[in-house]
């Protein structure tokens, strides 16, 4: 499957529509269960396809967002699409404690 070529997609294993988000109008979330990537046969992963019906507000589509799960257990896909809208709470606590607490810096001592 190549991401950009809708052409080469398989059919959808899961599929749901939210009708009307509070905050992003109607989505559509389609999910393909045990793909793999080309280098990694013997690695499982489950590919999300996230997009948004209603275009921005200068008329152009919203691009689809791609996501990878992977794990031993699948959750249900309403409950993976709706947690990754939760997603900015903790990147921007990573991206404070690299950046205010040091966590990239090496802890170096001298005794």
Known sequence: MRLGDPTTWLEADTEIEIDEHPDLGKVRVKQWLDLHFYRAPGQKVNLILVERMKPMSNGQPFPPLW?????????????????????????????????????????????
């Open 67 to 111: 996501l990878v799960w992977v794990g031993e257990r699948t959750l249900p896909l309403e409950t993976v699409w709706f947690k990754y809208l939760r997603r900015f709470g903790v990147d921007h606590w990573y991206r404070f404690a690299k950046q205010r607490l040091h966590w990239t810096l090496p802890n170096l001592r001298t005794r």
